[in-house]
T-cell receptor, first 108, second 114 residues
């Protein structure tokens, strides 16, 4: 079973920042937080991951709270192509288990 | 660069027929390999994973089996398909099980059992 809780859906205006929350209150010390997204009828795409520190790459930023019980994925300037299901996953050394994710709709 | 190939893209099979889906990875050695299934309107379910040739771990009891005859080849099979086997099947590979460097997914096979 997935160890994360995400809202089922969110809307975001095009050009604005999309902030996707994730709760993972039972995360263990050796578990990373991963974010993937799945555009309709495609395989999931890796976005970013982190352990304790905030992370940023060319796609997004990941903010992890100090107690590591929650995190937020930030898409700084959402475009219509960012419309997808976003999955937050926690894992140590086991295969990734995907939950239901958050369906993000970017609106023009 | 590493690439993952999965075929066919779509498949329509009658109930009771056999199934064989193939996945191959290029540009890397000893990858971890995975089969996931996504039923209509549902999340991704991990079916099998493999950390090496001949090593298969099954995550859920089902009508399917997996094999890894070569380092970069992963095959999903069934002897007799059920209607409930319909779904979107995805193969993926990673350097490590935890996917510290990310999982890369294939383009998927959409299977419809009729």
């Amino acid at each position: 079973d997935a160890k994360t809780t995400q809202p089922p859906s969110m809307d975001c205006a095009e050009g604005r920042a999309a902030n996707l929350p994730c709760n993972h209150s039972t995360i263990s010390g050796n578990e990373y937080v991963y974010w993937y997204r799945q555009i309709h009828s495609q395989g999931p795409q890796y976005i970013i991951h982190g352990l304790k520190n905030n992370e940023t790459n060319e796609m997004a930023s990941l903010i992890i709270t100090e107690d590591r019980k929650s995190s937020t994925l930030i898409l700084p300037h959402a475009t219509l192509r960012d419309t997808a299901v976003y999955y937050c996953i926690v894992s140590g050394n086991t295969p990734l288990v995907f939950g239901k994710g958050t369906r993000l709709s970017v609106i023009a | 660069s590493q690439t993952i190939h999965q075929w066919p893209a779509t498949l329509v099979q009658p109930v009771g027929s056999p199934l064989s889906l193939e996945c191959t990875v290029e540009g890397t050695s000893n990858p971890n390999l995975y089969w996931y299934r996504q039923a209509a309107g549902r999340g991704l379910q991990l079916l099998f994973y493999s950390v090496g040739i001949g090593q298969i771990s099954s995550e859920v009891p089902q009508n399917l089996s997996a094999s890894r005859p070569q380092d970069r080849q992963f095959i999903l099979s069934s002897k007799k398909l059920l209607l409930s086997d319909s779904g979107f099947y995805l193969c993926a590979w990673s350097v490590t099980t935890a996917g510290k460097y990310g999982y890369t997914f294939g383009s998927g096979t959409r299977l419809t059992v009729v």
